[in-house]
Nanobody, 123 residues
Framework: QLQLVESGGGLVQPGGSLRLSCAASRFTLDYYAIGWFRQAPGKERGGVSCISSSGGSTNYSDSVKGRFTISRDNAKNTVYLQMNSLKPEDTAVYYC????????????????WGQGTQVTVSS
């Protein structure tokens, strides 16, 4: 059974950086798009970024564009989210998930959610 594990969250000051990792066990991610999502208290889970299976196509929400970078290392079966210039409004639990497809699409395409990693941006 596919299991995704997120790591790298923590407490950081505004303007700081974190790198999140999404690793898979017992499943090869090579052929699937991977998405990062986040959910803040009292809000719905929303998309942050997505990367296609080849890594050749990426997309970002408007709120993180220019600050976050998604990448993948298929040899390590891991997807990363580099987060720079963090803001308090980036505070949320961050999740990764696997798409049924090789290209990025709506949240309904994604499943096998990880347990999430907390990111808190505060001074």
């Amino acid at each position: 059974q596919l299991q995704l594990v997120e790591s790298g969250g923590g407490l950081v000051q505004p303007g700081g950086s974190l790198r999140l990792s999404c690793a898979a066990s017992r499943f090869t991610l090579d052929y699937y798009a991977i998405g990062w999502f986040r959910q803040a208290p009292g809000k719905e889970r929303g998309g942050v970024s997505c990367i296609s299976s080849s890594g050749g196509s990426t997309n970002y929400s408007d709120s993180v564009k220019g600050r976050f970078t998604i990448s993948r290392d298929n040899a390590k079966n891991t997807v990363y989210l580099q987060m720079n210039s963090l803001k308090p409004e980036d505070t949320a639990v961050y999740y990764c998930a696997v798409s049924r497809f090789s290209l990025c699409g709506p949240i309904g395409d994604f499943g096998s959610w990880g347990q999430g990693t907390q990111v808190t941006v505060s001074s």
